[in-house]
């Protein structure tokens, strides 16, 4: 799945329609879409409330 986010500028991130999601692969899609927000991972997770 491609998904894609207008807010901070255009960014489109891969996601992969399977389950379970690997461990390195969910890190690296959040570190993606951390570092376009400017903010450490942790800090997204809070603001996703995770």
Excluded: F, W, Y
């Excluded at 992969?16 to 942790?42: C, F, G, Q, Y």
């Amino acid at each position: 799945m491609r998904i894609t986010t207008q807010v901070g500028g255009e960014h489109h991130e891969v996601i992969p329609n399977h389950n379970p999601i690997r461990v390195k692969t969910l890190s690296s899609i959040l570190k993606s879409i951390a570092r376009h927000h400017d903010m450490s991972v942790e800090q997204l997770l809070r603001e996703l409330d995770l």
